[in-house]
């Protein structure tokens, strides 16, 4: 019997103003993509200079990392002026002409909101910290040490230590998740939900087609700082405090939901906008599903199922396809194998596999997933995780949690444009912030462009068949019975079906899906695109196919 996914036989057509429903967006992470000044940090006129590139590639849209003013003790996450851009990346003439060369190229342009927190240089941390009755006073999170003077409560930052912070000024400590350089915002206030509205405003009326809200999780605390409980996480499996408690109070608190509905009736007055939530933890499915539900919230969810496995398994992929059902009122997911704060899946994931081989099944499998693939820069060049020394380590997290995170910084090294070219054509920089991993110029763009069996040359093959076959968009999914090393699913809407299937194991797996669809054809594995012939009787390992059912072709 077929497992079959529930109420996700009818297919949600994409509308215009829905152009997002399985749109495939491309993550640039501005800093490393691509400098026009040689000062060695990547640039939005780099940008405006690799939309041709982006384009070519055939994604629906691309999604910006932080380019905010900020002193970047976060590298753009720390945002000191919310309604600015940081000098180093350039200024709104440069931003307005990405908007306008990316739309007229076909593309459409998400930016990261940063609401949680924001720097300790921000003008509204600056007043509030300045007494106790001013105006801002309870924009963040204040509150008074306990009688010995310890902090209110035993809530760990992400970054290693305690989440409270003493201020001398107010003679209180506040809050902060992530660095003490980032105070929380006190999301609580309404005050200070109609501020940040006020930014969300501003970047629509800019142009920009919607956003990715990081942290989001983190926007708001149990007001009465109870402690947390203890994770009793094995310390073999602890690399920070932050792991040893259940995040019970600090984060994920029940008004949250709230506050996004407010964000979505803001967004409502600009048709045809997107919205994509962050939510990390151990365990974040249900926010997930909450801050997406009824159509009244948010779009969808970024998915962290992948962003941290060790290994890619069908168990994984089963699990994760299985929890967004379509069921009645749930919202859309997303899906990435990497981004700039995990280490790059081809390298946790090849295994005794060559990068390249692995590089295209996972393209092939996050292409086919019921949702929206975020390609992040480098994944189509089949980029592994740059080696950074220690020494050249930059990321707070890495330097404190030292051997035992693999950091951020490798997942964002510079992008290798040029093989022969100083900085691999991403800097004429003497020095670029980040070391650019020599192994990765020779996965440069012009060597690989000129290549056609070449990573980036599949990448573009596939994401252009894509496009010709709607069910991988929009489409229904239902899962097929097959070996438990095996994932298939045949993707359907009133276009016609796709059947796709991998064995995610390191052994053949005896098994087809040809007695079922005896007429398939297939149109994509991971040795190359639009082949001619059937689906195959065996699967071999690490191996993937697109096929097309009942005549319809690529």
């Known amino acids: 019997m077929n497992q079959q996914i529930p109420n996700s036989l009818q297919a949600v057509p994409a509308t215009q103003d829905e152009w997002w429903r399985g749109a495939v967006l491309y993550q640039i992470y501005p800093r490393s993509f691509r400098d026009t000044n040689g000062d060695g940090i990547g640039d939005l006129k780099g940008i405006v200079e690799g939309l041709d590139y982006v384009a070519s590639l055939g994604v629906d849209g691309i999604w910006i990392s932080p380019f905010f003013t900020s002193p970047m003790k976060d590298f753009g996450y720390d945002v000191s002026d919310y309604c600015g851009i940081d000098p180093s990346f350039g200024t709104f003439e440069d931003f307005d002409r990405i908007i306008e060369k990316a739309h007229g190229l076909g593309l459409k342009v998400i930016i990261d909101q940063v609401y949680s927190h924001t720097s300790d240089q921000h003008a509204w941390f600056q007043e509030s910290r300045q007494d106790r009755t001013n105006p801002k006073a309870d924009w963040y999170v204040w509150a008074d040490a306990k009688p010995d003077g310890s902090p209110p409560s035993n ?82 499996q602890v690399t920070r405090p932050f792991d040893m408690q259940i995040k019970r109070y600090n984060q994920s608190h029940a008004d949250i939901p709230l506050f996004l509905e407010r964000i979505r009736a803001t967004l409502d007055q600009y048709p045809g906008r997107f919205t994509v939530a962050e939510v990390g933890g151990p365990d974040p499915l249900e926010e997930m599903k909450a801050f997406t539900a009824d159509g009244k919230r948010l779009d969808s969810a970024y998915n962290f199922d992948f962003l941290y496995a060790e290994k890619l398994t069908a168990a994984l992929v089963k699990k994760s396809l299985g929890q967004w059902d379509g069921s009645a009122g749930e919202g859309w997911p997303s899906w ?133 076959l709607p069910a991988l968009a929009a489409g229904d999914i239902e899962l097929l019975d097959a070996p438990e090393e095996v994932v298939a699913f045949v993707r359907t809407d009133p276009s016609g079906c796709v059947l796709c299937a991998f064995n995610l194991s390191d052994g053949q797996i005896d098994w087809t899906a040809s007695d079922k669809f005896p007429n398939a054809a297939l149109v994509a594995s991971e040795q190359g695109v639009r082949p001619s012939g059937q689906i195959p009787s065996v699967m071999a390992p690490m191996s993937g196919y697109w096929a097309t059912i009942g005549g319809q072709r690529g």
Do not use: C
Request: hydrophobic content about 35%.
């Open 336 to 468: 990435a194998f990497s981004n700039h704060d995990a280490p790059r899946a081809v390298t946790r994931w090849h295994g005794s596999f060559g990068h390249d081989h692995v590089s295209r099944l996972m393209l092939l499998l996050l292409t086919s997933l019921r949702g929206n693939p975020f390609i992040y820069q480098g994944e189509e060049l089949g980029l592994p995780q740059g080696e950074v020394a220690f020494e050249d380590l930059l990321d707070p997290e890495a330097i404190a949690n030292w051997p035992h995170t693999l950091g951020r910084d490798g997942a964002r090294t510079p992008l290798p444009w040029r093989a022969e070219a100083p900085n691999a054509g991403f800097s004429d920089a003497n020095r670029t912030w980040l070391k650019l991993d020599p192994a990765h110029a020779q996965r440069a763009i012009d060597r690989q462009a000129d290549d056609r069996e070449s990573m980036l040359n599949f990448t573009r093959r596939l994401l252009h068949l894509r496009r010709e």
């Open 155 to 236: 809530w760990q930052s992400v970054f290693g230590g305690s989440a409270w912070q003493w201020d001398g000024p107010r003679k209180q400590y506040y809050l902060h998740n992530f660095l003490t350089s980032q105070p929380d915002l006190n999301l609580h206030n309404r005050e200070v939900q109609d501020a940040v509205l006020e930014v969300t405003k501003f970047w629509l009326d800019r142009g920009v087609d919607g956003f990715r809200l990081d942290a989001l999780n983190f926007t708001m605390h149990d007001p009465e700082l109870r402690d947390n409980p203890p994770s009793s996480l094995p310390l073999d």
